[in-house]
């Protein structure tokens, strides 16, 4: 859709060159604004509310990775791309944001029981496209790792980097999660799932301290 104001050729006031300006991440339409003449700031702050396209609210959070990402006020669109991150969504209430998944219904049936809502996500397999989350309208990502945000950092989409190693990394990141859908059930659910964390790590330390490291029990963790 292309949107042109025209001024009169018989107009006698030359034209100053306006640059055009792409719109691509904020719609899929990529409205172009071209010929921008005798438009005043206060004209075009108006054309932007009108058509939807004035930018969202925003703040700032720090991922686990310790960058500093701003992120929309309330996201709408995410994509979940760590499959041990999606869970976190789900339990947050979040589930009906995800529009991209890279979990499916074969290899993690039991959340999108809980979650059916999760069936009308994109579901990922192999790679995910920075593009194709572009097109998708994604105003926030999740990924594991710093190296793999970048790709879609370059083109302007907020990424956070979750990854994690232990229990006190694991409540960082429901708080973070909490903190980034910008719900305060989310917060509360958080909340409540770090103090019941911390009141089982408790139990198991007080059952398990006076014993030997040859008497505690051996756990393996294939994959989460």
């Known amino acids: 859709m292309s949107i042109d104001f025209l ?3 018989s107009s006698t006031v030359p034209p100053p060159e ?20 005798r438009l005043g700031p206060s004209l075009l702050i108006l054309l932007l509310s009108w058509t939807g396209l004035a930018p969202a609210a925003e703040r700032t ?14 996201p709408a669109r995410i994509a979940d791309l760590w499959f041990a991150h999606n869970e976190l969504l789900v339990m947050l209430g979040g589930a009906g944001r995800i529009r991209m998944t890279v979990d ?17 996500a994109t579901q990922i397999r192999g790679q995910a496209n920075p593009e194709a ?10 990924v594991s790792s710093p190296r ?21 990394g694991l409540m960082r990141a429901v708080t973070l999660t909490a903190e980034a859908l910008g719900s305060t059930t989310a917060q509360t659910v958080a909340r409540r799932y770090n ?24 756990v393996l963790h294939i994959e989460s």
Do not use: N, Y
């Not at 055009?20 to 003449?37: E, M, N, Q, T, W």
């Not at 959070?61 to 309330?74: F, I």
């Not at 989350?133 to 999740?142: H, N």
């Not at 790709?151 to 006190?168: C, K, N, S, V, Y």
């Open 18 to 37: 306006w640059p055009s300006i792409v719109i691509g991440r904020l719609c899929p339409d990529r409205i172009r604004f071209s010929a921008l003449r």
């Open 148 to 168: 793999s945000a970048l790709p879609f950092r370059r083109l302007g989409i907020p990424t956070l980097a979750m990854e994690f190693q232990d229990a006190e």
């Open 104 to 120: 499916r219904p074969d290899t993690t049936p039991w959340m999108f029981k809980l979650a059916p809502v999760l069936h009308q």
């Open 61 to 74: 959070v720090q991922d686990l990775a310790g960058e500093t990402v701003a992120l929309p006020a309330h």
């Open 195 to 218: 103090q019941e964390l911390l009141q089982v790590m408790a139990g198991l330390q007080q059952r398990l301290g006076d014993l030997t490291e040859a008497q505690r029990p051996r």
């Open 133 to 142: 989350l572009l097109a998708e309208g994604i105003d926030l990502a999740f």
């Open 7 to 9: 001024i009169s050729p």
